[in-house]
């Protein structure tokens, strides 16, 4: 079993940035790939960014990539979403995800993924 916690959301202007925690407690850390995805009122959870189980692959939704980032710290079992340029469209609560899985190949659905989070909530005004 895995446990996963965020932190980090707030409410904040159009252009300012955040930076989302998901701190992982239960097993193995560095086997896990990690995600984040981000469900708006009245809309399906979609997929913002992913890292493979070592951090060297990645992978973004087009529309965040280039404003946001996806690392993460083994030994401190915690991955991190840096939001930069931030929009009212990125409104959302946003969930941390993992699964067990040591290749790097990168998962970009919901239904990839074990183990969720709780979610935080991220508020953008215009």
């Known amino acids: 079993q895995v446990t996963l916690v965020e932190s980090g959301g707030g409410l904040v202007q159009a252009g300012d940035s955040l930076r989302l925690s998901c701190a992982a407690s239960?097993?193995?850390?560095?086997?896990?790939?990690m995600a984040w995805f981000r469900q708006a009122p009245g809309k399906e959870r979609e997929f913002v960014a992913a890292?493979?189980?070592?951090?060297?692959?990645?992978k973004y939704a087009d529309s965040v990539k280039g404003r946001f980032t996806i690392s993460r710290d083994n030994a401190k079992n915690t991955v991190y979403l840096q939001m930069n340029s931030l929009k009212p469209e990125d409104t959302a609560v946003y969930y941390c995800?993992?699964?067990?899985?040591?290749?790097?190949?990168?998962?970009?659905?919901?239904?990839?993924?074990?183990?969720w989070g709780q979610g935080t909530q991220v508020t953008v005004s215009s």
């Open positions: 995800a993992a699964v067990s899985y040591s290749g790097s190949y990168i998962f970009s659905i919901p239904r990839s993924y074990t183990y």
């Open positions: 239960g097993r193995t850390f560095s086997s896990f790939a």
């Open positions: 890292s493979s189980w070592s951090g060297g692959s990645t």
